[in-house]
């Protein structure tokens, strides 16, 4: 029996999904398994894979985005009627074919018509056009079957008349020049040297060949606006800065070489998840008018695509090593450029750390992912000069920009979380405590 292909609900707060790509084609037989189409939505791409075998009798959406559930295609046997199906999707087989044709004269229409028209001159006069600018189809030749002459395109360009007051040498000039002086923007009276920076004006233009292009947002950078338009109108947020000595954490860094290779990110997402423990308030969420603490630490990390950004989330980081974070960033890094994330996978977070210091940024203002109420961000390392036991010593330093929301983390404690922060990243060996 035939039925609807739908547009699959591929996480809770997915509301549509968009089209992008069919691997299958209206007639083919398809088996259980098949990928049919492929599905862009806010953060990821999937395949969509057929849940029966039949025929794909029809396609009701080549491209685009529709809400979720919604009927994209139909599948049945081959000489099923689909009359009904059809008909609740909107339309008919036989209104849909009649559209098709309509479309296909009306698209024959177009082309033909957009063909130039061929005109029938002298090449004087088509030299002459070209020199003064004049657009010969608006000419009324008089010589042999309507040929437009010399003459014709020097009485049409003599008798054209100015609008705007203007000398008799800026006048002169425009012909010249082969410019409009009406279209010359002045208050007063248009002079020759109004003439020549306009027609400047429109060589630099034409050299320049300036054009605006509008691409609509796609579905994951809608929801990037709408989320973060959200965050700032929801959350009271404070920024705090704070540079950190890290000449221990670069040494413990090297140290692990050896052994396995870690990231900067790597050990501060495993501090973070100490340093939350002792601070549930910058761990927390808003619910309402209720705030939600908790025992474990979910990190979120910012990861940056061509088309946007995405969060994948270590889940309870606070029991996992070092060596199991560092892998479990690099695989959800990797799913994430791959458009391959489970919804779980991004999901769930209760803080976010977002890393430009490979970007060699010095500082900036992250915003909260809601609903969390804080966000770490992480700057590049820089070397300072800076007074150790009386000697001018070059340290590597790195400035940390935390985003609080202050209705539920007061500046006090985000400023004492900071500072326990900075305890452990100038002293990472309390990590085994």
């Not at 008919?92 to 029938?120: L, T």
């Not at 929301?405 to 922060?421: E, K, N, P």
Request: charged fraction near 30%; include cysteine; glycine fraction near 6%.
């Amino acid at each position: 029996m035939a039925q609807f292909i739908i547009m699959p609900k591929l996480g809770l707060t997915m509301t549509e999904g968009k089209v992008c790509k069919w691997y299958k084609s209206e007639g083919d037989q398809i088996e259980k398994g098949d990928l049919l189409f492929s599905v862009e939505t806010d953060k990821l791409t999937n395949d969509v894979e057929a849940t029966r075998g039949g025929v794909l009798r029809k396609i009701l959406l080549e491209e685009g985005n529709i809400g979720v559930l919604k009927p994209v295609a139909i599948i049945g046997a081959a000489d099923e009627d689909i009359g009904e199906l059809l008909l609740q999707a909107g339309g008919n087989e036989k209104e849909v074919k009649a559209d098709a044709e309509v479309k296909v004269g009306e698209k024959a229409i177009e082309e033909k018509s957009a063909k130039p028209k061929r005109i029938k001159a002298s090449p004087k006069a088509r030299k002459l056009a070209k020199e003064l600018d004049i657009d010969m189809t608006n000419i009324i030749g008089t010589g042999p079957g309507g040929t437009v002459s010399k003459q014709d395109v020097r009485k049409h360009s003599e008798s054209s008349d100015v609008k705007v007051k203007s000398s008799p040498t800026a006048v002169k000039t425009a012909e010249n020049l082969g410019v409009d002086i009406n279209n010359i923007p002045q208050e007063d009276r248009v002079m020759k040297g109004d003439v020549v920076e306009y027609w400047n004006f429109e060589k630099l233009q034409e050299m320049a060949s300036p054009e605006e292009k509008r691409q609509e947002m796609s579905p994951m950078r809608k929801v990037i606006a709408e989320r973060m338009s959200q965050s700032q109108t929801v959350s009271a947020t404070v920024n705090y800065n704070l540079n950190v000595d890290v000449r221990e954490l670069v040494r413990l860094k090297n140290n692990l070489k050896p052994v396995f290779k870690v990231t900067y990110t790597d050990l501060i997402v495993k501090i973070l998840s100490k340093v939350l423990l002792e601070f549930p308030l910058v761990n927390s969420s808003i619910d309402g008018d209720e705030i939600i603490t908790r025992n474990f630490v979910n990190i979120g990390f910012a990861v940056a695509l061509k088309e946007g950004l995405v969060v994948p989330v270590i889940k309870y980081a606070n029991i996992k090593g070092i060596e199991s974070i560092s892998k479990e960033i690099k695989s959800l890094a990797e799913k994430a450029r791959t458009n391959t994330l489970k919804p779980d996978e991004r999901n769930g977070g209760t803080f976010t750390v977002t890393n430009l210091g490979m970007f060699k940024m010095e500082s900036f203002t992250p915003i909260i992912n809601q609903p969390e109420v804080a966000i770490l961000g992480i700057n590049t390392i820089r070397d300072v000069a800076t007074n150790v036991k009386g000697e001018l010593v070059f340290v590597p330093m790195m400035a940390i920009s935390l985003t609080a929301d202050h209705r539920v983390v007061d500046g006090a404690v985000a400023a004492r979380f900071l500072s326990r922060f900075k305890e452990y990243i100038e002293n990472p060996s309390m990590l085994v405590l």
